[in-house]
């Protein structure tokens, strides 16, 4: 079982659509919570960082964290097409290892 | 965020050739990461290279296959050695912004075929 895992899509809205991109994580000790925006041939972009718990926003983008069910999202609302990209989460813990662990990705499309 | 460029941006190689990926960072950082990216897949943690030291290897990646420098705070270098077809993937350098959240921040990446 990965560490990390997350629904691969794609997925496809309609532009102006709430999204709801989602991770789960089986290791507890997991402390810091980023999701990444990867446009295609391009490098990951940091979009959204939480630390522990709680809720974050961020214009039209909201993180949350939810460690007791070891879940996070990223909600985007009034979806664009300039939004369509892989949505990558991250995590890693608070001592140790300062690598992210990531999950797959999701491949977002907003239909114009 | 930290301004990150990689050379070259794409190569084309022949098995059994090496190819050395550069990284140059706009402000000295400690923490530097090249991760390796397959088509279609998440990110994989190839080593951490703190300037200074050796660089520590994820399980699965080795210092003759991919031997890097740290020579200094803003730059790294890592080669892929011996390459075979399945080491064609996109291979980005990340750095560790210090501060509150110690955020990431990834290259644009080097994009690698091997024939």
């Known amino acids: 079982q990965k560490e990390v895992e997350q629904d691969p899509g794609p997925l496809s809205v309609p532009e102006g659509a709430i999204v709801s991109l989602n991770c789960t994580y089986s290791n507890s000790a997991f402390q810091y919570f980023m999701w990444y925006r990867q446009y295609s041939r391009k490098g990951p972009e940091l979009l959204m960082y939480t630390y522990s718990s709680g809720n974050k926003e961020d214009g039209r983008f909201t993180a949350q964290v939810d460690k007791s069910s070891k879940y996070i999202s990223l909600f985007i609302r009034d979806s664009q097409p300039s939004d369509s990209a892989t949505y990558l989460c991250a995590m890693r813990a608070d001592t140790g290892r300062r690598a992210l662990t990531f999950g797959s990705g999701t491949r977002l499309q907003v239909q114009p | 965020s930290a301004v990150i460029s990689q050379k070259p941006s794409r190569d084309i190689c022949q098995r059994g050739t090496s190819l050395t990926i550069q990284c140059q960072v706009d402000s000295q950082v400690t923490m530097m990461f090249w991760y390796r990216q397959q088509p279609g897949q998440s990110l994989t943690l190839i080593a951490t290279a703190n300037q200074g030291s050796e660089a520590t290897y994820e399980s699965g990646f080795v210092i003759d296959k991919f031997p890097i420098s740290r020579p200094n705070l803003t730059f790294s270098t890592l080669t892929v050695s011996n390459m075979s077809p399945e080491d064609s993937s996109i291979y980005l350098c990340?750095?560790?912004?210090?501060?509150?959240?110690?955020?990431?921040?990834f290259g644009p990446g080097t994009r690698l075929t091997v024939l």
């Open positions: 990340s750095v560790e912004r210090q501060g509150f959240y110690n955020e990431q921040f």
